[in-house]
C-alpha cells in the first residue's frame, strides 16, 4: 500500500512538473513576442538589405516574404555585409561550364564583380552564394582561380569566379542567390514576343554546329604578341552566346567577354576559318577566329580591321 501511494505522489509530481514547464515555455514564447513586436515597432530587425522586418515567431510567412528579386546576367543588387553596416554591390557578369579532373565532375562557373560601397573595409567571400539547379542546392568548389575570401577597402572592386558541381545539360533551371535576390543563369522564361516560332526554329537549325564546334576549341591559347586568351564554351547555345573569352596582356587581365555567333564578319568577310566568333565591345568589335595548323589549334584575335595576335591552343578544356 505504501509502494502504491510512493508511485501515485511521484507521477502527480512529475505532472506538475510537466504543467509548470509547458506554462514556463509559454511564458518565454509570450516574452518572445512582446520582444519581436518591439523590435519590429523600432527597427531593431531588418534583413540588412531593404528593411524587410524578420518575424522569428509568425507561423505563417507573408506572401512578400516568399517573393524573390528575379536579376539576368550582368544586372547589379547591393546588399549589406558584417556588423558594422558595410554595403557592397554584387554583380554577376558572365558564366560557363567546366570539368574537374581530380573528381571528374561536370562543373559551372559564374564571374563575379564585387564593388565596397560603404566606408569600412568588408570581408568577401565565395560562400555567401547558393546555387540552385531546378531548385535544389548544389555543392560549391574551388579551384585554382576561385575568388577567395580576402578583406576589401571601401570603394575598391573585387573579381574572381565562383564554381559549383552540376552538369548543366541534367538541368532546365540554374540560378545563383543571395539573401532574396536570385541571378537566373539559365532557364528565364522571359522571350522575344515578337520573334515568330518559325524564326525560332530557323536560329536553332542555325546554331545547332556551334555548339560542337565551339567546344572543340575550347581551351587556353598564347600568342606571340603577348596575349593568351581563355576560352570557355557552353554545351548548348544560350541565345547566341557561345561561350566567354578571357583575355590577358603580358600577363595582366584585360577584360572578360561574351563571345557571340557572328553573322556578320565586316572586313574578315573573306578569311578562311574554321569557326568564326565576335565579341561586342565597348562600342567596337573584336573577332576570335579559330583553324587547325598542321595538327595544331591556332586562334587569330582581331580588332576591327587588323590582327591583333595569333596565338596556339597549350591546353583544351
Not at 501515485?8 to 505532472?15: G, R, S
Request: net charge negative; with cysteine.
Amino acid at each position: 500500500m505504501r509502494l502504491k501511494k510512493k508511485v501515485l505522489l511521484l507521477i502527480c509530481i512529475l505532472a506538475m512538473s510537466s504543467l509548470s514547464a509547458c506554462e514556463f515555455i509559454d511564458d518565454v514564447e509570450e516574452m518572445g513576442k512582446k520582444d519581436m513586436e518591439w523590435a519590429k515597432e523600432n527597427h531593431a530587425f531588418t534583413d540588412g538589405r531593404s528593411g524587410v522586418d524578420i518575424s522569428l515567431f509568425d507561423e505563417e510567412k507573408s506572401d512578400e516574404e516568399t517573393i524573390r528579386d528575379e536579376l539576368k546576367i550582368g544586372d547589379t543588387a547591393s546588399f549589406s555585409i558584417g556588423d558594422e553596416g558595410g554595403t557592397v554591390d554584387v554583380t554577376i557578369s558572365n558564366w560557363g561550364v567546366g570539368w574537374d579532373d581530380f573528381t571528374e565532375k561536370d562543373l559551372i562557373y559564374f564571374e563575379v564583380e564585387m564593388k565596397n560601397t560603404g566606408s569600412n573595409a568588408i570581408k568577401i567571400s565565395p560562400n555567401i552564394f547558393s546555387v540552385y539547379a531546378d531548385n535544389c542546392v548544389v555543392d560549391t568548389t574551388l579551384k585554382s582561380d576561385s575568388m577567395s575570401v580576402s578583406s576589401l577597402d571601401s570603394g575598391r572592386k573585387a573579381s574572381g569566379k565562383v564554381y559549383a558541381v552540376v552538369n548543366v545539360d541534367s538541368v532546365e533551371r540554374l540560378e545563383v542567390q543571395i539573401d532574396n535576390t536570385v541571378w537566373v543563369l539559365k532557364g528565364s522564361e522571359s522571350k522575344d514576343s515578337s520573334t515568330s516560332e518559325e524564326k525560332t526554329t530557323e536560329d536553332k537549325n542555325a546554331t545547332s554546329t556551334y555548339d560542337y564546334e565551339a567546344m572543340t576549341y575550347a581551351g587556353s591559347y598564347e600568342g606571340w604578341g603577348g596575349y593568351s586568351i581563355s576560352f570557355s564554351a557552353y554545351s548548348s547555345v544560350e541565345d547566341d552566346v557561345i561561350g566567354v573569352a578571357e583575355i590577358y596582356y603580358e600577363g595582366e587581365f584585360v577584360s572578360s567577354q561574351p563571345v557571340h555567333i557572328c553573322t556578320d564578319r565586316g572586313d574578315w568577310s573573306g578569311s578562311d576559318y574554321d569557326q568564326f566568333y565576335v565579341m561586342h565591345c565597348d562600342g567596337y568589335n573584336e573577332y576570335l577566329g579559330f583553324y587547325k595548323s598542321e595538327g595544331k589549334s591556332m586562334l587569330d584575335y582581331n580588332g576591327p580591321n587588323s590582327n591583333y595576335d595569333l596565338l596556339e591552343m597549350t591546353e583544351q578544356y
